[in-house]
Nanobody, 127 residues
């Protein structure tokens, strides 16, 4: 089970940090991702991290502004969002993908690759 938190209302240019806490004792075997869905749009990829924390990937729209990280001891993945823009307004979802790849360096960037989803947390950026 995934529980996302940290969303809220922020002015353009501001920052937020999202957290996603996972239950269970096998968090380190899951690659994690953040996706977002704006009103009237399809869910889109934002960021991903491998289970070993060695590899990350970002959508072009957030690259240089967002940072994904994880703490396997706390079974939590984070999304630090800086320099927020109006177009970042969306519901943000965390997702988990069982990943037994050798070395743990694989990440996943598409919706249908993920096994588990959190409930979403609303991020609203105002002008």
């Amino acid at each position: 089970q995934l529980q996302a938190s940290g969303g809220g209302l922020v002015q353009a240019g501001g920052s937020l940090r999202l957290s996603c806490a996972a239950s269970g004792r096998t968090f380190s075997m899951y690659a994690m991702g953040w996706f977002r869905q704006a009103p009237g749009k399809e869910r889109e990829f934002a960021a991903a991290i491998s289970r070993s924390d060695s590899s990350t990937s970002y959508a072009d729209s957030v690259k240089g502004r967002f940072t994904i990280s994880r703490d396997n001891a706390k079974s939590t993945v984070y999304l630090q969002m800086n320099s927020l823009k109006l177009e970042d307004t969306a519901v943000y979802y965390c997702a988990a993908k069982w990943s037994n790849d050798y070395g743990g360096s694989r990440y996943y960037t598409t919706n249908n690759e993920y096994d588990h989803w959190g409930q979403g947390t609303q991020v609203t950026v105002s002008s």
